[in-house]
Each structure stands twice: as structure tokens, then as C-alpha cells.
């Protein structure tokens, strides 16, 4: 049917549906015998005023009384008629309006006509040179009018009825004639409409758009729905005559309507989760019982639910498993149509409708299922085929659930206790609903993607297991702001340092979310590396800032370099058990918290330095000496920070959070992020707690010799005798070895190096610790860098830190204030 022609039956059905016609009864001469208060109410004459008089009277014009006439008797048009008219009101002015004529047959075989007429400017505006009849004659429909007209007397028998009618409600007219409706269609449905009926003759009042299921013949699938308008016609002398009933077949739109809801459901029901097994149950859930009585809703292989693969799973019984049953809805509690439980794999045959759509991305559609033995599921799934029979199962359609071109799964739609069998428009309605739930499932597939990259970029950028060592314990939080990928621009780090030191960082890039993370990874690598290098805090953070202003040079536009920017800020702190000192430098970050063993916190004055790459200022270190059992804190501003507070409030709220000596340090951590971090977060919040720790005395030997020769071989047995008294003379002989080396080495440059005042004594520090390791290092007051170098066989010299390199597990260098010091670690044994 074309646009067009759906416009027209629209507006007619509306018409009726909506405004309160006037209605007139003629008989076969044209004379008003029946008169609604609708019609009075219209031209203003009463029914006493018009009934028995002809109705042609009230047509102003000569040819709309000479076509009224000619429709009365041209039988090829079998007496109907519909057209624009002026009509004359009492008070003499004419009215434009709509008539609608139709013929009723009746017991005496004579036709009685029935007019509704309307207002003209309560109607749609069709174009003027149309009719309601043109109009209707362009639709391939009957050719009679699409409104059915009954005529009941006071007893609510039938006495007049159109042809339509029959068509409509699918009571014959032998059967309507001379009965009331209750008798010619017994049912619940019939003594409603009496009731209503019932309640017209009464009141005199008109019921409107009353909807009731029409009684087709036993051959017609579809059933049809009216709506109904009921009036009361009166006499000459104002008494009820009986009442007309004026109906159309709203089927269509009231489908239509209900399609609407349940999309406009849809909206509102799917997709509320980004979880796609909960968007399956959704769409499983909102079908049930709107459009089918059991729902399952199956997800291939490409969506990730969380569960083990479908191609890990093995045959069972000659079946594959091709889905994973993610939604699951029925009209029965415990859904007992179903073989698979949710979150379980689906196994089906490789020929079944359910494969076939798989690889087709076709609907399959089965209004009435073969469930007669010896069927396709008898042989290959007779499980399947017991539960159809068991459960009625009559009516079938698998629909594709179709993402970017692939086919995510298939939404299994069944009819069971409903009668009715699926229509070509319920198909659409499942079609539509997929479609639907599909850009929700596509959408968190889309997400759980992006979130497992986010966090496994995540768990590369950040540090594993991080650990202290002998230095410190830890203990950290890290609440990223965009908790859709769960990852975001701050970072820490805890790195193991050289002599039983240990190295806190944390840091802030600005922005959220991976690009944000992506810089982050750039410059925690960066800070690894500078860490590894064993320099100073305030050169590790010079050197960072140069690193960051390389990248922002290296990603910036050529033509517009100024809009390339990577800010951030960060506190590098080092501690060193065995001075208990801290030695610590900042850019442009807040400053670290310190908590006393006794519960007293303070922030310390630290320079405060330009956030990195700016390259504005030189960084300072400062170094404080802490008490054993002490808390640093190191944080990020997202954990102080309140829109509508000054930073120092959050310092104060900080400062009342870490005050509690009697938690772990672990639960003074989730404590202190759970009372600060704003709801919701608008920016990332980190923070790490390091308890001191310090070596006693018993685990550190220290000597100092003159920088001579000779000195080599009592500081090896210095050593030796001090690995004894640690219970590790297992390591005697390549301990005195790296002492040896070492120390020969040490002093040959020392002897060698100029800068020195050359006249002025030089020593040599030794330094033995024993922590998860066996350090030993050597002091000397040159700055120089000892390598490795690889010696030809005929060389005498330049085997020793080769050697070195050979014995100890690790080895390097690091600038101290009067020199240099190198050292070496040994891997101690477990239970050392």
C-alpha cells in the first residue's frame, strides 16, 4: 500500500476514532426517523424539529440534494455516498461539513441509511477537490466505506447493520439480525459492549473509542481489533429510539502503537550496563511476555564475557558448542524450556536454524513449528525436540544479532501458551529490538576491549609488587578519575636503590584517561632509568625535565608548536636505612607528609621547584633525618584538592586522616583515600605510604684505609672475619675478591688523579651491609667512572671489575658528596 493511500485511512480512522460525530437515521424515503444529540448539537434543530421530516431539507445546495438522490438510487453504488455538503443550522447560516452515508440492511429487506456528519474543520485537510469517497476509491481496499454501522433498538437487538460490519467483527448477518449482541457472539467481550451500550440508552451520552476483539471465522489467523463509538438516536418526542455504533479496524495502528512502547521500552531497558551479559538479559527479559513466551538470548564466540573461551570447549554428544547462553526469559518461573542455564555453553548441531543464521546473518522465521516426529531435531537433538513437545512450543523465529558486520549471536524467540502464531510484523518487532540490544552489546564488547587494554596497560605501568626492601614497608592506593578504562596520568613507583636504599615517586602528567597514562609510561621509564643511574634527587629531576621537554619537542606540530604541552609534576624521595636520612626534591608537587611514630604529622618545607618541562629553575634537595617507624606519605593533588576549598584545607583534612598510629599501614592507606577522595572524582588520586625501617649496628662494618697498596690485604681479612661473625663464610672467597679489586682498584686512581691536592692524606672507605643482600662498597674522593674493560691475553692489568662483574649478582657507581662510591651485590642465601 502506498504512503498516500495509509495517509487516507489514516485520517479516516482518526476522524471516527477521535470526534464525536452526528448521526441521523433515514428510512428508505429519505425521512429522519432517529436523530442523535451529537446532530442536534451540530445544526441546533432538535429531534422533535427533524424527525419525520425529509432529510434533504437540511442540504442548503440544489446538487447536494440531487446527488443525495442520485446515490439513493444508482444500485452500481449500491446506495452509499460521501462528499463535502452545506448543511442549514436553525439560526439560518450554513454549515460546511463531511457526510458520510451508508446503507443498513434489515429484517424487512428494506435499506435504512445511516449519516454521520462532522464538522469540516474538525477533519484532516485533504485537498478541496477531493472526496472521502475519491480518496478511498484510489485504496486497494472493498469498495465499501471502512466504518462499520449497527442500529440496535431499546433491547439492544440489531435492526439495521452495513456490510462493513460483517467484515469487520466477523458475525454474519443472518446471525446479527433480530439479536442483541451477547446472543449472536456469546463471551465476556459481548457483555461489556451491552454494558456500555446499556449505560448510552441512560445517559443520552455518547461513549468514545471503545475497543473490543472482533469474532473472526475459524479460518482467519489474525485477530482484529475495533474501536467503537456509541450514540443514542432519538425520537420525534426526545425518547430513546436505540443506539448506533460506529466502528473501524484500528488494528494496524494500535500494533503500530504497541511496537512504538515496546522500542520506547527498549530505550529505556537495554543497555544500562556496560556488561554484555546483562545486556543480553535485557533483551531477553523485555521480550517476555510483550512478544514471546520464552526468550533465550546466545553470544558467539567474538564477544568476551569473562568466561573460558568456546573454542577451548570439546564436542558433546556430536554437538559443538557455538554460543554461550548470555540472556534467558520465560512466562514459567525457573524458565524450564531451557537445556542450558545462563553463563553456559550452548551446543547445538552443526545443520541446525540456529548455526545457519550464525553463518547467514538471516533471520529465521517458523510461524507454525513442525514439531511431528521424525523431524530433523529427532535425529540430531532429540533433547531439543523433547522440550518443544513438552512445553508446546508452536512458533519460532532466531534472529541475528548483527555489531560492525559480524554476527555477535542469535535471540531466540518462542511462542508456547499464546495461540497466536508469529506474524511477518512480529518478526520486524524482533528485528528491531536486536538491532536495538545489538548497539548496546557492540558497545560494551567495545568497552570491555578498551578496558582489558586500559588495564593491562595499566599493570605494565605500574609497578607489579612493589616492595621496600629492607628500607621500608608499603603500602599504596591508586583511584584513577576516568573509571572507564581505569587508567589515568598519575603514577608512583617504589625502586629498589644500591646499599639497602630504597627510592619513592610519585607523580601527576596532566589530563585522564590512556593518552594521559600513555605519558605517564613515558616518564616513569624515564625515572627508572635516571633512578638506576644513582644520582642525587635533585639531578634525577633536572635530568626528567630535560626528557620531557625532548618529547614535547618531538611530538609537536611544526606549524603550530605551542599547542604540544606534557605537564607534570613529581616528588622523587630516597631513604637510606642505614643513616635513616631522606634525602628528597620536588617539581612543582605537594609536598610529603611525615608521620612520627607517635602519631604526629608534619609537612616539611621542601623547595618547592616548576613543574617538569619548563625547563624554568634548577631542582634543590633536602634531606631530613627520620625516626625509625616513620610514615612518609606521598600523594597526588587529586586526594587535597576541593573545588570550592583553598589547598591548605585539604592539607588540614590530610593531616587529621594520617593521624591514626593504630592502623596497619595498610589500612591507615584505604582509610585516608576513602575519607578524602571526592565523590564523584574529578581528578586521579594516588597515594603511597613507606614505614622506616633502619639496620642496626651488628649489620653494617665500616673501615677506612690509607690509600696505599699494601692496605689490600688486611682490609680482605677484615672481611672475611666479619662474613664469620655473619654466619657467611660461604661467601668469604669472592668477597675477598671484590674487596680486593675494588679497593686496588680505588686506590690506583686515586694515587693517579691530580684534581687531588697531591700532598693532602687520601683514604679509602670500606663498607660492608648485610640486608636482603651483601653489599660492599668503596669510597674513594675521585669522581672518576670505573669500566669494564676486556683485556686482550697479553694484557697484565684491566681484569678487575670484569671480575667483579663475574661474582657479584650486580654492580655499580654513584657520586657521594666527597667522591665516588663503588659498589657490589651478592645474592644471599634464603635463610641468611
Request: glycine share 8%.
Amino acid at each position: 500500500m502506498g504512503s498516500s493511500a495509509e495517509t487516507a485511512v489514516s485520517d479516516v480512522q482518526t476522524a471516527i476514532e477521535t470526534v464525536c460525530p452526528a448521526i441521523a437515521l433515514l428510512d428508505v424515503q429519505g425521512t429522519v426517523v432517529g436523530w442523535s444529540q451529537a446532530a442536534q448539537r451540530l445544526v441546533g434543530y432538535s429531534a422533535a424539529e427533524v424527525v419525520g421530516r425529509s432529510a434533504g431539507v437540511l442540504l442548503v445546495a440544489a446538487d447536494d440534494r440531487a446527488k443525495a438522490s442520485q446515490a439513493a438510487q444508482r444500485s452500481a453504488l449500491g446506495g452509499r455516498w460521501s462528499d463535502l455538503a452545506q448543511v442549514r443550522h436553525r439560526d439560518g447560516r450554513s454549515i460546511d461539513v463531511r457526510l458520510c452515508v451508508s446503507s443498513l440492511s434489515g429484517q424487512d429487506g428494506r435499506d435504512w441509511w445511516v449519516v454521520c456528519a462532522t464538522g469540516k474543520a474538525l477533519l484532516p485537510a485533504w485537498p478541496a477537490e477531493a472526496t472521502v469517497e475519491s480518496l478511498l476509491a484510489t485504496l486497494p481496499l472493498p469498495s465499501r466505506l471502512p466504518i462499520g454501522v449497527v442500529i440496535r433498538d431499546t433491547h439492544l437487538r440489531c435492526i439495521r447493520v452495513n456490510d462493513t460490519q460483517g467484515s469487520k467483527d466477523g458475525i454474519p448477518l443472518p446471525q446479527r439480525l433480530g439479536r442483541r449482541l451477547t446472543e449472536a457472539a456469546p463471551g465476556t467481550g459481548a457483555e461489556t459492549l451491552e454494558a456500555v451500550m446499556h449505560q448510552v440508552l441512560e445517559s443520552g451520552d455518547p461513549a468514545m473509542d471503545v475497543d473490543y476483539q472482533a469474532l473472526l471465522p475459524a479460518n482467519v489467523r489474525s485477530n482484529r481489533i475495533l474501536t467503537a463509538s456509541f450514540f443514542r438516536l432519538d425520537d420525534g418526542q426526545g425518547r430513546a429510539l436505540g443506539v448506533c455504533s460506529v466502528s473501524v479496524d484500528v488494528t494496524d495502528s494500535r500494533r503500530a502503537r504497541e511496537r512504538l512502547a515496546i522500542l520506547g521500552e527498549a530505550s529505556r531497558r537495554i543497555g544500562t550496563t556496560l556488561d554484555v551479559m546483562q545486556t543480553a538479559q535485557e533483551l531477553a527479559a523485555l521480550a517476555v511476555p510483550f512478544l514471546a513466551d520464552y526468550t533465550t538470548v546466545d553470544l558467539a564466540e567474538v564477544v568476551p564475557l569473562g568466561e573460558e573461551p568456546l573454542t577451548h570447549l570439546g564436542p558433546q554428544d556430536g554437538r559443538i558448542p557455538v554460543f554461550r547462553r548470555a540472556g534467558l526469559a520465560s512466562i514459567h518461573p525457573g524458565t524450564p524450556e531451557s537445556l542450558f542455564a545462563r553463563g553456559e555453553p550452548v551446543f547445538v548441531p552443526p545443520t541446525s536454524p540456529f548455526t545457519g543464521v550464525l553463518r547467514s546473518g538471516k533471520s529465521h522465521f517458523e510461524p507454525m513449528l513442525d514439531t511431528s516426529r521424525g523431524i530433523w531435531l529427532d535425529h540430531h537433538d532429540p533433547a531439543r525436540a523433547e522440550k518443544i513437545r513438552e512445553h508446546a512450543m508452536h512458533s519460532l523465529m532466531v534472529v541475528p544479532i548483527h555489531a560492525r558486520g559480524a554476527v555477535l549471536g542469535v535471540a531466540v524467540f518462542v511462542r508456547t501458551k499464546d495461540p497466536r502464531p508469529f506474524e511477518e510484523d512480529d518478526l520486524l518487532l524482533a528485528e528491531e529490538l536486536v538491532s536495538w540490544a545489538a548497539l548496546a552489546l557492540d558497545n560494551a564488547r567495545q568497552y570491555v576491549r578498551e578496558r582489558s587494554a586500559a588495564l593491562a596497560l595499566q599493570r605494565l605501568l605500574h609497578p607489579h609488587r612493589p616492595t621496600g626492601g629492607s628500607a621500608a614497608d608499603v603500602a599504596w592506593r591508586y583511584l584513577p578519575a576516568d573509571s572507564h578504562h581505569g587508567i589515568g596520568g598519575d603514577w608512583f613507583d617504589v625502586i629498589p636503590l644500591s646499599g639497602a636504599r630504597v627510592a619513592l615517586v610519585v607523580g601527576d602528567v596532566v589530563g585522564h584517561g590512556i593518552n594521559a597514562a600513555a605519558k605517564m609510561g613515558q616518564l616513569r621509564t624515564a625515572m627508572r632509568t635516571l633512578a638506576d643511574m644513582d644520582m642525587p634527587p635533585d639531578e634525577v629531576l633536572s635530568r626528567l625535565d630535560e626528557q620531557v621537554i625532548r618529547l614535547t619537542e618531538a611530538e609537536a606540530d611544526p606549524l603550530h608548536p605551542a599547542t604540544t604541552t606534557m605537564a607534570a609534576t613529581c616528588l622523587y624521595a630516597v631513604y637510606d636505612p642505614v643513616t635513616r636520612t631522606c634525602t628528597m626534591a620536588r617539581a612543582g608537587h605537594p609536598p610529603p607528609a611525615i608521620i612520627d611514630p607517635y602519631g604526629h604529622v608534619t609537612f616539611p618545607d621542601l623547595p618547592t621547584g616548576a613543574p617538569l618541562g619548563l625547563g624554568l629553575v634548577s631542582f634543590e634537595s633536602a634531606t631530613l633525618e627520620l625516626a625509625e617507624g616513620s610514615v612518609l606519605a606521598l600523594y597526588t593533588d587529586g586526594l587535597i584538592e576541593a573545588r570550592d576549598q583553598d589547598i591548605s584545607a585539604g592539607m588540614n583534612r590530610l593531616r587529621a586522616a594520617l593521624a591514626r598510629p593504630d592502623l596497619t599501614l595498610d589500612d591507615l592507606c584505604s582509610s585516608t583515600v576513602d575519607t578524602l577522595r571526592a565523590k564523584p572524582p574529578s581528578d586521579d588520586v594516588t597515594l603511597l605510604l613507606a614505614r622506616t625501617r633502619s639496620l642496626s649496628a651488628d649489620q653494617v662494618a665500616f673501615w677506612q684505609f690509607p690509600s696505599d697498596p699494601a692496605v689490600v690485604s688486611r682490609a680482605r681479612t677484615l672481611a672475611a672475619r666479619q662474613l664469620t661473625q655473619w654466619g657467611l663464610e660461604h661467601l668469604a672467597e669472592s668477597t675477598e675478591l671484590i674487596v680486593s679489586e675494588l679497593l686496588t682498584n680505588a686506590i690506583i686512581h686515586s694515587n693517579g688523579d691530580c684534581s687531588i691536592d697531591c700532598n693532602s692524606d687520601r683514604t679509602i672507605g670500606l663498607r660492608l651491609i648485610r640486608h636482603e643482600m651483601l653489599t660492599c662498597e668503596v669510597f674513594d674522593a675521585t669522581h672518576s667512572h670505573p669500566l669494564v674493560r676486556h683485556p686482550r691475553t697479553t694484557d697484565e692489568h684491566g681484569r678487575g671489575l670484569f671480575l667483579v662483574t663475574q661474582l657479584s649478582r650486580r654492580w655499580g657507581t654513584r657520586h657521594v658528596p666527597d667522591g665516588k662510591l663503588i659498589w657490589a651485590d651478592q645474592q644471599l642465601p634464603a635463610s641468611a
